[in-house]
């Protein structure tokens, strides 16, 4: 009785003196917080971008901009690798196309993906006039590159702590109109990566997640979450849309469901056999008919009508995304 009535007493006071137990977070993994994402710097990598002309592949502005491309790119990233490829396209028109991959800790074996497309469309299919004429692509092609040579200047000065690939696809954009006189082509949008899904730039490439940016410019822009990235790579979208969400862009980053769209996510999740599951960050939008950016596929897709305030949400959310990897 005695022995046990030490037994007790030196319990309660081992129990008094102890320190107070801390309930362990849910989440214990601490957030780090990115570098700031500066929506000047990347508005001025698109104005770069369209003082090219547009950038048609075979013409003058596509050339002359895929170098500044690689150049930049080389300046900020470890490696970079350009893949050739010569696609056809519904027309016949051979398109020399480069895909662009430019990477961080190239041999680091856990890495992500961040991808867009940098050629624009050659004619304006989506407005009333001009149709033949190719458009600028300042959301279109130039706001996606425009962020990502941003977060590549950011890692430059600060190194995530995983690998990363920063792949510009080329080709994206000159697929087949709704109206035309050539025979019905399937899959004639986004031919760099589909060349690229089935000749990786290197043998035996897998990344955990990839991420897409496709008109990210826009005004008043709404990210909402597209079924191919929903089916695809669920558990990568709803990170990007809570982390985004996190920061204050949760109106930006809709958990809205929409429909399925044919861009360059859905070759590499068909194609490349499930090596990076992939998202895409593209504008839906309510009003117009196609769902796509107001001034998609017209002349209207200019420098004036991107908004920083939509390449902020983003690049903020994407730098987020990665460094708390
Ligand atoms: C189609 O128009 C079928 N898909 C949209 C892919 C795209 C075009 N992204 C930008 N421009
Ligand atoms: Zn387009």
């Known amino acids: 009785m005695k022995h046990l009535l030490i037994a007790l007493l030196t319990l309660i006071l081992i129990g008094c003196t102890s320190e107070p137990k801390v309930k362990k977070a849910k989440n214990p993994k601490k957030k780090v917080e990115a570098p700031i994402f500066n929506q000047d710097s990347a508005y001025n990598f698109i104005a770069s971008?369209?003082?090219?002309?547009?950038?048609?592949?075979?013409?003058?502005?596509?050339?002359?901009c895929g170098e500044y491309l690689i150049e930049t790119l080389r300046s900020y990233c470890d490696t970079v690798i350009v893949q050739e490829a010569q696609l056809t396209a519904f027309d016949g028109n051979v398109l020399n196309s480069k895909n662009i991959i430019a990477s961080f800790k190239p041999t680091r074996a856990k890495r992500i993906m961040l991808c867009a497309h940098w050629d624009t469309r050659p004619f304006a299919d989506q407005d009333t006039e001009d149709t033949n004429k190719a458009i600028d692509g300042a959301n279109d092609g130039a706001s996606g590159v425009g962020v990502l040579l941003e977060i590549a200047r950011q890692f430059s000065l600060k190194k995530p702590n995983i690998g990363v690939d920063i792949i510009l696809f080329d080709a994206e954009d000159y697929g087949q109109p709704a109206v035309s006189d050539y025979p019905r082509m399937e899959h004639s949008y986004c031919l760099g990566s589909q060349y690229w899904a089935t000749h990786l730039h290197k043998s035996n490439y897998f990344a955990k997640y990839g991420i897409l940016l496709d008109m990210v410019g826009g005004k008043n822009a709404v990210f909402t979450q597209e079924l191919a990235s929903l089916t695809f790579a669920p558990k990568v979208l709803k990170k990007v849309w809570n982390t985004a969400a996190e920061l204050g862009y949760g109106n930006t980053f809709q958990f809205k469901k929409t429909n399925l769209i044919i861009d360059d996510h859905l070759y590499i999740n068909n194609l490349a056999q499930g090596r990076v599951p992939t998202i895409d960050i593209i504008e839906y939008n309510e009003v117009t008919e196609s769902h796509f950016y107001e001034h998609w596929h017209t002349h209207k897709d200019k420098l004036e009508n991107i908004d920083k305030n939509t390449l902020k949400a983003v690049g903020q959310t994407v730098l987020q995304v990665v460094y708390n990897e």
Not at 52 to 62: I, L, M, Y
């Open 49 to 64: 971008q369209v003082a090219f002309g547009p950038r048609v592949p075979n013409t003058k502005g596509h050339i002359a």
